[in-house]
């Protein structure tokens, strides 16, 4: 089954020459099932690029997606056309009366910034409070995945020496979890940020478990049971060239950063990258898709009770 899209959004051209299944919110209007309702909170600033990425592992499950998209009410991007914003987004004030089955909220080039300090972080403690009552299961992903983290268990986030910049090797912790359905025992994950959350101190919180983690770079996912969330740090929904496009807008900025680890042939940035992650980034979000379908009551107005 397809994820449904506005035929005039980017992603949906996008995904159909790649094959994946879209269909057209007209079309899906005439079908007799109730699809999924997932929303994305984009908090990132290529909104676009962000929005294909999300599109195209949530459209590669066996279910019909009404994929929705969302923004902070009053924070304005620099880097996506207000036109796109205007056509294709709706305010999170606009929307915090409706019901979702799942939200993916998405990481924010941020880091650096104590969570306080975030322009927007009294209407983002409200979206998090929000999905408690409203979203039947949460996906926090990097700097929204700490976030999260921060706001229901107090979990710091720490700054890193050095970027963690790469493909690491991340162990498959839980394999009998549902989530990991189909995992093998380790895989690579392309990851990229300057902080970082700690084994030792989730293990302190016992409604989070970590599935995921790398012995380099720490803790990759974590389940939170009493909020029915997941949170992720690293980055499966990276396109092949999105840590070369990253690696190489640094390098023209002049900014210090070291060449991404384990990802270019021979650590060569001359050569093409090769995507080692796709199957496993369509495992896991097939398997939480799956998980809200298993989960997720038919009538919506039920959804957080």
Request: aromatic letters at 10%; one cysteine or more.
């Amino acid at each position: 089954m397809p994820i449904t899209l506005p035929e005039n959004l980017p992603a949906y051209s996008v995904l159909s020459e790649e094959g994946v299944m879209v269909m057209s919110d007209r079309r899906a209007a005439r079908q007799d099932i109730r699809p999924l309702r997932i929303g994305l909170l984009n908090l990132m600033p290529k909104k676009i690029q962000t929005e294909n990425q999300f599109a195209r592992l949530i459209g590669a499950t066996p279910l019909q997606i009404d994929f929705q998209l969302i923004r902070m009410s009053e924070h304005q991007t620099k880097n996506t056309a207000a036109a796109h914003m205007a056509e294709f987004y709706r305010p999170f004030q606009e929307v915090k009366g409706e019901r979702f089955d799942g939200l993916i909220i998405t990481g924010a080039p941020i880091e650096h910034l104590p969570f306080e300090e975030v322009t927007y972080w009294e209407e983002l403690r409200e979206v998090m409070d929000w999905t408690q009552t409203n979203v039947h299961s949460t996906f926090g992903v990097c700097w929204g995945g700490m976030a999260m983290a921060w706001h229901f268990h107090g979990l710091p986030k720490h700054m890193l020496p050095h970027k963690a910049f790469g493909c690491f090797r991340h162990q498959n912790l839980a394999p009998a979890a549902p989530y990991l359905r189909g995992f093998s025992d380790d895989c690579v994950i392309p990851v990229s940020r300057w902080t970082e959350v700690r084994q030792g101190e989730i293990d302190g919180i016992p409604e989070l478990s970590t599935l995921l983690g790398s012995e380099e770079v720490g803790p990759c996912l974590v389940e939170d049971r009493a909020h029915r969330a997941l949170y992720i740090f690293n980055h499966f929904e990276y396109d092949s060239r999105t840590l070369k496009e990253e690696y190489d807008r640094d390098v023209a900025n002049g900014s210090e950063i070291n060449v991404p680890v384990n990802y270019y042939p021979n650590d060569d940035p001359a050569l093409t990258p090769q995507n080692r992650w796709r199957s496993h980034a369509h495992l896991l979000y097939g398997n939480w898709i799956n998980e809200i379908y298993q989960t997720t009551p038919y009538e919506m107005e039920r959804i957080g009770h």
